[in-house]
């Protein structure tokens, strides 16, 4: 029976679906840390994760048989995925399933930010009636500036502009713009217009301290900043001054650079003290809605690769959508991106008289996947051939 590790309390869905398939599964509710990880993995064959919990190549080498991992989440940079990739482990994620709720929280902050909610909540708290209108203002005629115009940045977009804002968004990759919204030819263009920015960027690298000191500086006076994206993305000190300066009026966060594993850890920061900031614990996609999605989302992929060999929708390997397999056995090769792969494949069936009776290729930047449906089940000889090949990977039966 194959294991599945389910960590970060992923919804029950998964466990269910898991289980429903012939699966094994564990589920722990926090994230591990490395060698907790390594640890846990023994004899595991798929793991689930959420962002708290990071999959590297010291975990990846400890643990070889380890064939999929499904982030039940947006993003993946918690996963290495060319190490991953290179060591014959598929990796999926739920690029879409929780792009709702993140729209509705963006909506909610600049409501609450743009009305000044959370300065007039802190002073009624304190015994402070404080009934002005100094500071507030209404949505309508607004402009909201978009960076990152992605799955939740194109959304939110569409929202916004329901509500009556007008929209301005920057991407370095040419984007189509959704109703009437602009695409700004410069980030310091789109900071200059902008009474509510909102950060939507993705987990790259390049990211680590995209929006700092400077472009801080750059919004208008009195603009409000929101950022769901990544904890690594905004200068949180450089927000802090601007917030206390005057300079911007309100801030909502809810990723941030250092984050608690799991729910119930103490956690402090110093924009806590700002009585015009929304500090969330990382709950932009928390919704039971969006979690039962991912749920639903990521299990389907993780039991397709596993019985089907589907690689549809994978963010590492080549992607492949295969249905049941009608014949004997499926054989799956992931091998690196050499030519002649394929053709060897075939000799070395049709020297052993096995049937091809179908077959499909996909490549990927370094990496190859054929998949092959034959006639009768490779005997254990066949399979140690396909697995000499130079830049083979992994080589797996599918009955």
């Excluded at 569409?158 to 695409?183: P, W």
């Excluded at 103490?266 to 932009?284: E, K, V």
Aim: aromatic share 6%.
């Amino acid at each position: 029976m194959p294991t599945a590790l389910l960590l970060e309390n992923i919804h029950p869905f998964a466990a269910q679906s898991l289980r429903e398939h012939g699966f094994d599964v564990r589920t722990m509710k926090g994230a591990l840390g490395e060698q907790e990880l390594i640890d846990a993995l023994e004899g595991v064959d798929l793991l689930g994760i959420r962002s708290k919990t990071n999959v590297t190549a010291k975990v990846i080498d400890a643990r070889p048989t380890l064939s999929a991992i499904g982030c039940f989440c947006i993003g993946t940079n918690q996963v290495d995925l060319t190490y991953a990739g290179d060591h014959g482990i598929a990796v999926f994620n739920a690029p879409y399933s929780n792009t709702r709720s993140v729209v509705e929280l963006v909506i909610g902050d600049i409501i609450c930010l743009l009305r000044r909610i959370p300065a007039h909540t802190h002073h009624m708290r304190h015994g402070l009636w404080d009934k002005s209108a100094q500071g507030s203002h209404e949505v309508r005629g607004k402009t909201l500036g978009i960076v990152g115009y992605g799955n939740i940045g194109s959304q939110l977009s569409v929202v916004a502009e329901a509500l009556g804002m007008s929209v301005v968004f920057y991407d370095i990759e040419e984007k189509l713009a959704m109703g009437n919204a602009r695409r700004m030819a410069s980030l310091n263009d789109l900071l200059s217009v902008s009474d509510a920015v909102s950060i939507h960027v993705d987990g790259r690298p390049e990211n680590i301290g995209f929006f700092g000191e400077d472009q801080f500086a750059r919004m208008k006076q009195n603009a409000i900043f929101i950022n769901l994206s990544r904890g690594f993305v905004a200068d949180l000190d450089a927000l802090g001054r601007h917030l206390n300066s005057g300079h911007l009026s309100g801030a909502a966060v809810d990723v941030f650079p250092s984050e608690p594993k799991k729910s119930g850890d103490p956690f402090t920061t110093a924009l806590a003290q700002a009585d015009n900031t929304i500090l969330t614990p990382h709950i932009g996609g928390s919704t039971l809605e969006a979690q039962e999605s991912i749920g639903h989302f990521v299990s389907q992929r993780l039991e397709d690769y596993w019985f089907r060999g589907s690689t549809m929708l994978s963010v590492n390997l080549p992607q492949i959508t295969l249905g049941p397999c009608k014949s004997a056995a499926r054989i799956t090769h992931l091998h690196a991106n050499l030519p002649g792969v394929l053709a060897d494949v075939n000799r070395v069936l049709g020297a052993r008289d096995i049937n091809v009776t179908a077959q499909s290729l996909g490549t990927q930047d370094e990496l190859g996947y054929v998949v092959t449906d034959v006639s009768e089940q490779p005997d254990a000889a066949t399979l140690q051939q396909l697995r000499s090949f130079k830049g083979a990977i992994r080589v797996h039966v599918i009955a």
